[in-house]
């Protein structure tokens, strides 16, 4: 969806994917995680256990993911010519933002918008299903308490 349609021998292959999977795992590793700074924020600089240091590491792994793509996509897209249908006839969504970006008008997005976009886009689902849930848990707290 995001770069599916990618004429890149390493997304063919999946090891973009199989990267990306492994990284948001590890984040919500991290994330799920008890902290000593979460109860106690005073020894938040402290960053006693290292999660601060290793989402950092993460976060870093996907921004190199993100950026090696859209590079791999516009060097793939200079290979290509003009006249010829790009990448099977169908755009993907990177294809658009960079098509967008080519335009360079006062509304095109710049490189940055555009990998915050797709890091938002990775973490944004993800992102809800934790709201729903902790919906979910307040609603069945709420119910306790007013059953009681």
């Not at 021998?9 to 590890?26: C, F, P």
């Not at 792994?61 to 990448?87: F, G, L, P, W, Y």
């Amino acid at each position: 969806m995001i770069w599916g349609n990618s004429s890149v021998e390493e997304a063919k292959d999946g090891k973009i994917e199989a990267e990306v999977r492994l990284s948001i795992s590890k984040i919500f590793g991290l994330l799920a995680k008890p902290n000593v700074s979460d109860y106690i924020p005073s020894l938040a600089w402290l960053d006693l256990q290292g999660v601060a240091r290793d989402m950092k590491t993460e976060f870093h792994t996907m921004d190199r993911v993100v950026t090696r793509s859209i590079n791999n996509r516009i060097e793939s897209n200079s290979r290509t010519s003009k006249d010829a249908v790009q990448h099977e006839g169908k755009k993907d969504l990177l294809q658009v933002l960079l098509e967008l970006n080519d335009q360079k008008t006062a509304t095109s997005p710049s490189m940055t918008q555009i990998k915050a976009l797709i890091m938002e886009l990775l973490f944004g689902p993800s992102r809800q299903v934790c709201k729903l849930v902790g919906y979910g848990t307040m609603g069945i707290k709420l119910k306790i308490w007013v059953s009681n």
